[in-house]
């Protein structure tokens, strides 16, 4: 039998100045971990999460751990949450959730020199796999689980349950058992009971080949990131993805892209359809993962324009009119002024719309203002936000691009002085 012990104190060498945290359910897995942590000198803090879903038995698990931390002096913090409760008021899957509140809970002791230990082992590795595969999880799911992942160290990994425990019986261990491990009402526990150990009766190395498999995607996964991870920082810092650098991507790696960004894998193949659609055709994302979330993807003529979250153009523009303004010195785009007396109507505001023309000083006719936006290069992910100030016959203004020459103040004895608040901010998302 490979040795435990010497496995983990070297695993653990790298970590050595960081603290150690050890999530513990109570089960043979976390306390063998946490046995052996106590036996090489190793303090971690020891966290627990109880889900109150097995009545008394979740709370003696927890009672369980707690006395064995005092025994030790071991620091013990836990969290208690009635996941039923929680799953009847906002709804969702218990295996999802539960693991959602156990990790976040888990990170909430992050300091930045923090190490979050997990007791999973090759088994949990192969059932992962089939799980995985179920999803449709792609080369990042087929990857499983990593032995260092951010905060997180598994390093159990390597062995097989029958190796765990083995040495919990030879170190006379005491464990919880939790008995809905064998309910086969869950995925999980089918694959476990059933589904492997039917594969290993013809193949008694089943299990050590899926690993095998497993490093092959985990190496495979690792070239991904390599050669996306550059594209996808360019996107962040200029929005854009040319398409001459999208058409060399093949659809794992575009995947990884889209990865990175949150979104669904199903997204790879609505991005493909819009790489040979129309020109100003978008896809847009209305669910937030997180702060990169993208909100918009434009085709524009050589490249994708990626419109993220924090850049989400407000919609709350208000027209300030100051009359009886002084003729200004010099001017900016940002304000305009108008001799009332050419106004007819009313001033009023809104977005520009398609067949928008406007009489531009400069020009002795008129122009479209698709045109005029065109000619200013504004990316096409950014035209449909453009807004124009017109009175009840006339466009008088393409905000910050155009003024209409009939309406301009000049020398008029009486100047209005107009301007659309929060322009400043538009014009900062424009390249």
Sequence with gaps: MRNIETHIKEFLQPYANQRIALACSGGIDSMVLLYVLIKLNVRPLVLHVNYQLRGEDSNLDAQFIKEYCSENDLEYFDLIIDLKSKLINSGGNLQQEARKVRYEFFESFNDGNTKMLLA????????????????????????????????????????????????????????????????????????????????????????????????????????????????????????????????????????????????????????????IGENGKFLQFSKAHSYLTIQKIFKEESAFRFVLKEERIPTNWQLIIEKDAEFPKSFDKSIIYL????????????????????????????????????????????????WVVHDDKNLIWLVGYAVCRDVIANNAETVWKVRVDGILDSLTLQP
């Excluded at 690792?222 to 991870?229: A, F, G, I, S, T």
């Excluded at 067949?355 to 950014?382: E, H, W, Y």
């Design 339 to 386: 001799n009332p007396e050419k106004i007819i109507g009313e001033l009023k505001l809104r977005k520009w719309r398609k067949g928008d023309r406007i009489k531009p000083i400069g020009l002795s006719g008129s122009k479209l203002v698709s045109d005029i936006l065109k000619d200013a290069k504004v990316p096409l992910a950014f035209r449909e936000n453009q």
């Design 120 to 275: 999973h082992h090759a088994d949990d590795q192969v059932e992962t796999f089939f799980l995985n595969i179920a999803r449709g999880g792609g080369i990042m799911g087929l990857s499983c689980m990593l032995e260092e992942n951010k905060i997180f160290l598994r390093p159990l990994l390597p062995f097989f349950k029958k190796e765990v425990h083995e040495y919990a019986l030879k170190e006379n261990l005491k464990w919880r058992e939790d008995v809905s491990n064998e309910k086969l009402n869950y995925s999980r526990n089918k694959l476990r009971k059933v589904f492997i150990p039917e594969m290993e009766t013809y193949h008694p190395t089943f299990k050590t080949e899926v690993l095998y498999l497993i490093d092959k995607f985990q190496q495979t996964q690792k070239d991904l990131e390599e050669k996306v991870k550059p594209i996808f920082d360019e996107i962040l810092v200029t929005k854009m993805l040319n398409f001459q650098v999208f058409d060399s991507l093949n659809k794992e790696e575009v995947n990884e892209l889209v990865r990175r960004f949150d979104l669904k894998s199903s997204n790879v193949s609505r991005l493909m359809e819009l790489r």
